[in-house]
Nanobody, 117 residues
Framework: QVQLVESGGGLVQAGGSLRLACVAS????????MAWYRQAPGKEREFVAR????????HYADSVKGRFTISIDNAKDTVYLQMESLKPEDTAIYYC??????????WGQGTQVTVSS
């Protein structure tokens, strides 16, 4: 079954850390660049970080560079996002998917990250 299941979100104080995980099951994601996205209340979904399936190449949005680290365990079809020095403006629902997904792409339910000041 093709699906994306995100987990690891929660409530954390500013300056804290969280580690998100995304299981990309069904086999269709293998070999593709994967990415994390987020959507804050009242805003559009935005790109956060990208990684090649091999894990050799990564790219980050300027807003998270130096604080977030994306990684992949391709044996487990799982993409991670380690988030450090969290800020209130990082509060959002976080999703994973392929990089630049088509308009018809499926999305998981996401995982809520709330950072209190």
């Amino acid at each position: 079954q093709v699906q994306l299941v995100e987990s690891g979100g929660g409530l954390v104080q500013a300056g804290g850390s969280l580690r998100l995980a995304c299981v990309a099951s069904g086999g269709v994601f293998r070999g593709l660049d994967m990415a994390w996205y987020r959507q804050a209340p009242g805003k559009e979904r935005e790109f956060v970080a990208r990684i090649s399936w091999s894990g050799g190449q990564t790219h980050y949005a300027d807003s998270v560079k130096g604080r977030f680290t994306i990684s992949i365990d391709n044996a487990k079809d799982t993409v991670y996002l380690q988030m450090e020095s969290l800020k209130p403006e990082d509060t959002a629902i976080y999703y994973c998917n392929v990089f630049a997904p088509a308009s018809w792409a499926i999305w998981g339910q996401g995982t809520q990250v709330t950072v209190s000041s």
